[in-house]
């Protein structure tokens, strides 16, 4: 039996069932490829600083230039570099330890012109002091370009990496198949199902991850940077394997899942937050307030990202110190090779710091340089991660809005 409406009553009009809000995988593809194009271009100069200043080795030694006689220095490098400061004084393999003075053309040396000055000189000029001064010194010693150096890794790396982390995160939050949206409460279902995203993405592009890294930490200027970081990659998987380009997943995954649990839960609480702040003070009708405008949702998509990535940033710092370090490390002791120079087969057997655990050389860090330390290039972390996370998440997010809309358009021209 079927029930009329009464007498007298306007007909119903015939509604048109809501479209789905699903976005296809090409739809989420694009939006996150979006996002990682304009977050490399604006960020990439703060993460070539903060890789920088974390493989600055802060400890001392006793005598900060070592003096040398001819006989040990017989076997000097065919490379020898002159500096850009002082052409008396050379620098052995890029160290700015191990220093020559010599009064050129037999002419005696003044006291008003020691040879210690032009070294200290040097030393300052590849010494970083914070992210500004990181920012100006490779800018104005190696070049404008040399801020962008890992641009296209970086590039290569984030749009995989991003399509696998966001499209992940949406399915694991928001699909009723999902194992994440069925077992896990509202609270941490945001931490849970970022760090999942994020280990799938860093297991998939860990050797550009690897290779960016190491091009970034490589001071001076020119192509042969490139060419010089893939053929110490490929001398490394010839005698360790191709396995060795995941080496340092470890270390990611040490500080990429905790950041990425970290900052899905803060953004959705900021989110949250923002939009009840909104409705509160909002004097529209109920309809308009639950369908914010694609400005609206961009600025509170921004603030949301800046905020709860900056925080995770903040907090993870010493993973990413740890890793940094551990990285650049290994990359000097498989990429020696390329220079011309071996270390000796005593020294391979020594134990040094960056060859323990993760959390025995964030301890020893801690013991050896303090508190400061482990936060080393925090400013230039969450100076890149910042407004990074936000543009990303905002572009992402605005642009699942616009497939959204388009979506619901294509529908309704179809009924």
């Given at each position: 039996?079927?029930?009329?409406?009464?007498t007298?009553?306007?007909p119903?009009?015939?509604?048109?069932p809501?479209?789905?809000?699903d976005?296809t995988?090409?739809?989420?593809?694009i939006?996150?490829t979006?996002?990682n194009?304009?977050?490399?271009?604006?960020?990439?100069?703060?993460?070539?600083?903060?890789?920088r200043?974390?493989?600055?080795?802060?400890?001392?030694?006793?005598?900060?230039?070592?003096?040398?006689?001819?006989?040990?220095?017989?076997?000097?490098?065919?490379?020898?570099?002159?500096?850009a400061?002082?052409?008396?004084?050379?620098?052995?393999?890029?160290?700015a330890?191990i220093?020559?003075?010599?009064?050129?053309?037999?002419?005696?040396?003044?006291?008003?012109?020691?040879?210690?000055?032009?070294?200290?000189?040097e030393?300052?000029?590849?010494t970083?002091?914070?992210?500004?001064?990181?920012?100006?010194?490779?800018?104005?010693?190696e070049?404008?370009?040399?801020l962008?150096?890992?641009?296209?890794?970086?590039?290569?790396?984030?749009?995989p990496?991003?399509?696998?982390?966001?499209?992940?995160?949406d399915?694991?939050?928001?699909?009723?198949?999902?194992?994440?949206?069925?077992?896990?409460?509202?609270?941490?279902?945001?931490?849970?199902?970022?760090?999942?995203?994020?280990t799938?993405?860093?297991?998939?592009?860990?050797?550009?991850?690897?290779f960016?890294t190491?091009?970034?930490?490589?001071?001076?200027?020119g192509?042969?940077?490139?060419?010089?970081?893939?053929?110490?990659?490929?001398?490394?998987?010839?005698?360790?394997?191709?396995?060795?380009?995941?080496?340092?997943?470890?270390?990611?995954?040490?500080?990429?899942?905790?950041?990425?649990?970290?900052?899905w839960?803060?953004?959705?609480?900021?989110?949250?937050?923002?939009?009840?702040?909104?409705?509160n003070?909002s004097?529209?009708?109920?309809?308009e307030?639950?369908?914010?405008?694609?400005?609206?949702?961009?600025?509170?998509?921004?603030?949301?990202?800046?905020?709860?990535?900056?925080?995770?940033?903040?907090?993870?710092?010493?993973?990413?110190?740890?890793?940094t370090?551990?990285q650049?490390?290994r990359?000097?002791?498989h990429?020696?090779?390329?220079n011309?120079?071996?270390?000796?087969?005593s020294?391979?057997?020594?134990?040094?710091?960056?060859?323990?655990?993760?959390?025995?050389?964030?301890?020893?860090?801690?013991?050896?340089?303090?508190?400061?330390?482990?936060?080393?290039?925090?400013?230039?972390?969450c100076l890149?991660?910042?407004?990074?996370?936000a543009?990303?998440?905002?572009?992402?997010?605005?642009?699942?809005?616009m497939?959204?809309?388009?979506?619901?358009?294509?529908?309704t021209?179809c009924?």
């Open positions: 039996m079927t029930s009329t409406a009464p007298g009553a306007p119903t009009p015939h509604v048109t809501p479209p789905t809000d976005i995988l090409g739809q989420r593809m939006s996150a979006a996002g194009i304009l977050t490399g271009l604006l960020v990439t100069p703060l993460d070539v600083v903060r890789v200043l974390q493989s600055q080795s802060q400890t001392s030694t006793p005598v900060p230039y070592k003096t040398h006689t001819t006989a040990s220095l017989k076997n000097i490098p065919p490379n020898l570099g002159i500096t400061c002082c052409r008396e004084v050379f620098w052995v393999g890029n160290n330890e220093c020559l003075f010599g009064a050129p053309d037999g002419i005696l040396r003044t006291p008003a012109q020691p040879g210690i000055d032009c070294a200290v000189e030393t300052q000029r590849r970083f002091t914070s992210t500004f001064d990181g920012l100006r010194k490779i800018a104005r010693n070049g404008l370009w040399t962008w150096r890992g641009l296209s890794p970086t590039l290569m790396m984030g749009i990496a991003n399509i696998i982390y966001f499209a992940g995160y399915w694991l939050r928001t699909d009723d198949r999902s194992p994440i949206k069925q077992r896990t409460s509202d609270v941490y279902a945001p931490f849970v199902a970022g760090a999942i995203a994020r799938a993405a860093a297991a998939a592009t860990s050797p550009v991850e690897m960016r190491r091009l970034q930490a490589t001071p001076g200027h192509a042969g940077h490139f060419k010089a970081t893939l053929e110490g990659l490929y001398q490394m998987t010839q005698t360790s394997g191709y396995t060795s380009l995941w080496r340092g997943l470890g270390l990611t995954m040490w500080r990429d899942v905790p950041f990425s649990g970290l900052y839960w803060g953004y959705e609480k900021v989110k949250e937050g923002l939009q009840r702040t909104r409705h003070g004097h529209h009708p109920d309809s307030k639950d369908a914010p405008s694609s400005s609206t949702a961009f600025f509170e998509s921004f603030i949301a990202g800046a905020t709860s990535g900056s925080l995770a940033a903040f907090v993870t710092t010493p993973f990413d110190v740890g890793k370090r551990q650049v490390y990359h000097m002791d990429g020696g090779a390329s011309g120079t071996h270390s000796a087969p020294a391979s057997k020594a134990v040094v710091p960056e060859q323990l655990s993760l959390p025995k050389f964030l301890a020893h860090i801690l013991k050896e340089e303090g508190i400061s330390g482990l936060f080393k290039g925090w400013g230039a972390r890149k991660v910042a407004p990074a996370c543009i990303m998440i905002s572009t992402y997010e605005l642009g699942k809005r497939a959204r809309d388009a979506n619901e358009r294509r529908h021209d009924s």
